[in-house]
């Protein structure tokens, strides 16, 4: 396995330490003089991650806002990861609005699923069978191991050729659009910030266990990207040593 994590002392310092990891993600694709695109996730700690990036006074103008995943509700709904980073980070660092690529949520989950990778298809002019390199994926750990909206027991974690799906998580009762496995491994770079005492318990199964990923979704990327970044608190880097 080819997980490597570094371990900061409390929230904060762990959202700030993704922050500068993610702008020089930016920065150096920037270099390349063409656009470069980002896919976020949601959740309680990107806020803090999110300001910072905000506050950072960096240039937008040519970076890409997709989502790794999004709940099936509308876009001004208080669940919903467009409204929450909208609100900490593409109003705050004035991210272009033809720069945003939201999931269309309100639709339908298989037509929103559908839409959303048609829209992928087309800004990265894929042909069939070819999966989109995202300059970056920021992604996150649940307390049950999941990454993205794969969830343990979902039968799309099996797969790599599609690039969006809609999956039902039984024990939220709720419909999500999610990244499948392939996009997520294709990034150039991954993210990945878990903070929370909740975690530590996910944290080992995922970098530590067997290779179980129908069991530890986020397996996938611990064993499989050695793109990946792996920020974690103490809280949540507690059953690692």
């Not at 700690?45 to 509308?74: Q, Y």
């Not at 199964?205 to 050695?226: G, K, M, N, T």
Request: proline share 6%; with cysteine.
């Amino acid at each position: 396995m080819s997980a490597h994590w570094k371990t900061y002392p409390g929230v904060e310092a762990t959202a700030e330490a993704c922050s500068v990891h993610v702008l020089s993600v930016i920065d150096a694709a920037m270099q390349g003089g063409g656009e470069v695109t980002v896919a976020l996730s949601g959740g309680s700690t990107p806020k803090l991650m999110f300001n910072h990036l905000a506050r950072a006074g960096s240039d937008w103008s040519r970076v890409h806002i997709f989502w790794v995943d999004e709940r099936c509700v509308p876009a001004t709904h208080e669940d919903s990861n467009y409204r929450m980073t909208e609100e900490f980070l593409i109003k705050p660092a004035r991210i272009p609005h033809r720069n945003v690529h939201r999931v269309r949520a309100e639709l339908a989950p298989d037509v929103a699923a559908r839409n959303y990778q048609s829209e992928i298809r087309e800004f990265f002019s894929l042909d069939d069978g070819e999966l989109p390199h995202f300059d970056l994926i920021h992604l996150g750990v649940g307390p049950d191991a999941h990454t993205a909206s794969l969830f343990p027991g979902e039968p799309l974690i099996d797969n790599r050729e599609q690039l969006v799906g809609a999956v039902w998580v039984e024990k939220l009762k709720q419909h999500r659009i999610t990244l499948l496995p392939g996009v997520l491994l294709a990034a150039r770079h991954a993210a990945v910030l878990v903070c929370g005492a909740d975690k530590a318990e996910a944290m080992h199964q995922v970098l530590r266990d067997p290779y179980e990923p129908r069991q530890f979704p986020a397996q996938i990327v611990a064993h499989h990207s050695r793109r990946a970044s792996w920020f974690l608190d103490e809280a949540a880097a507690a059953k690692l040593t």
